[in-house]
């Protein structure tokens, strides 16, 4: 039942994808902490439900999730001025882009876990 709480975290991905795509990149951040805090609460809520092969993948991509949304404040304070390094939104999208794969194929690793 638990699994349910994916589904409005994929929507909230594909608002913020969304989002970001109309030019809001302060709503893409909060989209995309609110995505992630909705998978991370699928975690801590039933960790038992998970074997350890499968947690370790879910807190590598919850890593790799945190590190790109704490790149993406760098970048959102490059957009509005506030920082030099022109690097910063490269790198963000790079480590988005990874986050995002990785999140894929954990989700889809999940998915074909033998539940027996």
């Known amino acids: 039942m638990l699994d349910l709480l994916l589904i409005p975290a994929a929507a909230l991905l594909c608002l913020a994808l969304w989002a970001v795509r109309r030019g809001d990149h302060r709503l893409h951040g909060h989209l995309m902490t609110a995505a992630m805090t909705l998978i991370g609460l699928r975690l801590v809520l039933h960790p038992r439900g998970l074997s350890p092969h499968h947690r370790t993948l879910w807190l590598i991509t919850l890593a790799a999730a945190g590190i790109t949304i704490l790149l993406g404040r760098m970048a959102l304070a490059w ?11 490269r790198i963000h999208r790079a480590f988005g882009t990874a986050t995002l794969i990785g999140l894929s194929l954990t989700t889809l690793v999940w998915l074909m876990r033998n539940r027996g």
């Open 79 to 89: 957009r509005e001025g506030r920082s030099n390094p022109t690097a910063i939104p």
